[in-house]
């Protein structure tokens, strides 16, 4: 017997398309996908899911509600699953633009 089919893509060590035989919540998935990538944004994970075939439901939860209980996301057969990564890498970028001999981007340290 086939169980559920989920997809977790994004910022986790192993995305791809996971079989579940058993009953698993949000945070089972991404303990068997070989938890959260360093790059993980732990503040939205989202849940895409199809009912009935006429319509899409997103689910928008954090990680700290799951881990507490205050949230439970049971999966779905055909579930999508995506973790997004962290803002924090891009937060130090400024772009130059003007009399600069050099264009793009930049990073830099505070200080």
Known sequence: MVGKLVVILGE???PAIYELRDEKPLLGLVRVAGGFAPSAWKQRVLVERLEGNTSRVVL?????????GKATVE???GDIVRVF???????????WRGTSTARG???????
Do not use: F, I, K, Q
């Open 75 to 77: 999966l779905a057969d």
């Open 85 to 95: 990564p962290s803002s924090r890498w891009t937060s130090t970028v400024s772009r």
């Open 12 to 14: 986790v060590r192993r």
């Open 60 to 68: 928008d939860a954090s990680v700290e509600e799951l881990e507490t």
């Open 105 to 111: 981007s930049t990073s830099s340290s505070p200080g």
